[in-house]
């Protein structure tokens, strides 16, 4: 699209005038043009949200958008005087403004003062806290997912029609639409048009979870096209139940989650999660239950969405949590992230009751508390489990939560304390999984090998991950011959799981009789001779070990897809990617670590695992309110002060085992125990 010279850029700069009241806010009267290369123009009104009915006067849509760059760079005119907006932003009002009448709209960027005077930054404070109440009291939402391209309306025409009505009919037009759009060469052969639409990046901004999450008629805009949000998302429940999602960009897929998410959290703020019509005591702590588990679930996968200001995660789902019941202190850019953090923390420990936040606390970022989540930073999987029996945070406890910054002061007990591995007195990990490239130290495959093989990375990564699988496997083969008791092939699952409840499949039972080669009753002849291939075109010959030669083995089998049973192609063979990318998810940044319990009637070692970060004397709790075992290390010989390192998987502990029976007096043993 071409635009037109801008009058605008011959204006004097726009400034915002002060609002006249806390309640009240911008609007823009974006004026008519039915050219799309008219620069647009337009007006700022002042109103009250104490004077909005949607039904009434003063209607205005709100516009959900990613800004695209930090600052404004597109000249537009705004009250006759000249205002930088984004390209994204240019592009959206072009768009939507209509031929011969104004339109009303609400565009954060243009209707709050985006300038650094303190007068501004107090201001944008107080709009920030707002912004629900502005996207509820709105006609509508119009989510922004750019101009789109020349068959965005017959793209937008099929989600429509799938969501509308689904059905294989629906996906196989789409399909057969796909075939016609590579035919012409406008998409590459293994993608889709859908990529188009899930990828944008306004699935993964945080501000858009609340603009969509608030709104009561909500709608995906793309050029001229739009679709009903409910449209949309049972569109997206379709094709990802019939796993036609797989098939797309891993963006897109995320894409799919987030919109999930975000709906959940509109179920909740218009009231349509069912309820009971007489709820007992019992049915109420179970919804809350559910409530407290999607909204910290939400608070964790909005914390991967992108943000220019890393407050904004925070802010940006202020009004919706608030709204929710979740009492945060009042949006202030003035204060330092790390205090940002650490309020949102302690907030969301005294709504829940619970310390499922902490899961999220795993991170080497000094500035902050070891309690306290870095939400911009990494994510480790959270282990399924109830190690102290659904217990919560009590009453006494919530009151002195927080005494002073920088402290978390909870209630539990340290159960056990981090063995060295065999032969090496300080180190606690017997095995590391190999999260980074880095940490597959093979000794084989160190470049490229022409003809064969272009992507070592990939394979060598592969093949350090299967290494790591069957090293564990054959632990924990010796940890149950000497336990007695333990079945080897659950606990196996349990902690590639990381869930004390796994039940196997069909494919998990294939995947590890296949993760035993050369002990397997399943032919990788296949992998044997593409293995062997690449051993002769490898320079590193003499570092290819009998060990090395089966995990490539079986690398090798999954990339062709080739294991055969009874001389037979098995059918599961391309499920065996998608174990190893779950299980691989889950064991991120961990180690296979002993812990030794104390005074324990049972087995006094067990295996477990934990940040890949740990120490020998690292210590094991269990505390109140956390639902997995937790790994501390003390700030000093007897300082009562520990540093909180991560949630852990402990065999004999996710069930309550080792917790006790609060009805019948067993939680005496507890004590304070202090975060830093």
Known sequence: MSTSTSPAGLLPAFQHRRLTSPRSIRLVNLHPSSSLTDCPELTLIEVSLDNIDRQGKDTFEALSYVWGSPVGTVPISCDGKQLLITPNCDSALRHLRLAHQDRILWVDAICIDQSHSRESIEERNTQVI??????????????????GNDYTVELMRHLDRIG????????????????????????????????????????????????ASFSHDCYIV????????????????????????????????????EIGMRNNL???????????????????????????????????????????????????????????????PAVDYSKTLSVVYEEATVSMIIWSRTLKILGDACHDRTSLQSWVPNFSGRRISIPTGDATRGSRVNTKSLKVLNPKPGELHVRG?????????????????????????????????????????????????????????????????????????????????DLINQDSYSEPSQIFDIWLDILQYPDSEYSLAAGEVLVAKWQKADKTTSSWTTELTSCATIAATTLLTAVKYDGRLLDYTSHLSKLYSEFSANLNNKALVTVNFF??????????????????????????????????????????????????????????????????????????????
């Open 130 to 147: 707002l912004m629900g109440e502005i996207y509820q009291k709105a006609l509508c939402t119009l989510c922004w997912l750019g101009s």
């Open 413 to 493: 007990k340290i159960v056990g304390r981090l063995e060295g591995s065999k032969g090496d007195s300080n180190t606690a990990s017997s095995l590391i999984f190999p999260t980074r490239l880095g940490q597959c130290d093979l000794g084989i495959l160190s470049e490229p090998l022409n003809g064969h093989l272009e992507d070592v990375d990939t394979l060598r990564r592969l093949i350090g991950t299967i290494r790591f699988f069957r090293q564990l496997f054959h632990i924990l083969q010796e940890y149950c011959a000497n336990d007695g008791t333990a079945d080897v092939e659950d606990m196996f699952l």
């Open 599 to 676: 005074n324990s009637s049972r087995q006094t070692v067990v295996p477990a695992t934990a940040v890949d970060s740990v120490k020998v004397g690292d210590s094991v709790a269990l505390l109140e309110g956390c639902q997995w075992p937790v790994l501390l290390r003390e700030a000093g010989t007897g300082s009562g002060r520990w540093c909180f390192l991560g949630p852990m998987f402990v065999a004999g502990t996710m069930d309550g085992e080792l917790w006790g029976n609060d009805e019948v007096g067993e939680m005496a043993g507890l004590c304070d125990i202090c975060l830093i």
């Open 266 to 328: 509109r179920d909740y703020l218009l009231g349509r999660v069912p309820a009971e019509l007489d709820p007992s005591p019992e049915d109420l702590e179970d919804e809350r239950d559910r409530k407290v588990e999607i909204l910290s679930s939400c608070l964790t996968q909005c914390s991967l969405l992108q943000a220019t200001e890393p407050k904004d995660r925070i802010y940006g789902l202020h009004a919706l949590f608030t709204n929710l019941g979740i009492s945060l």
């Open 164 to 211: 509308s009505c689904p059905s294989q009919r629906g996906l196989k037009k789409l399909l057969l639409f796909d075939a016609r759009l590579r035919q012409q060469g406008k998409i590459y052969q293994d993608s889709s048009a859908l990529n188009d639409i899930f990828c944008h990046a306004w699935h993964s901004r945080i501000w858009t979870v609340q603009e």
């Open 222 to 257: 793309c050029g001229h096209s739009r679709i009903p949000w409910d449209i949309y998302h049972k569109a997206i429940r379709f094709l990802v139940y019939e796993e036609f999602i797989d098939e797309l960009d891993p963006q897109a897929f995320n894409s799919c989650i």
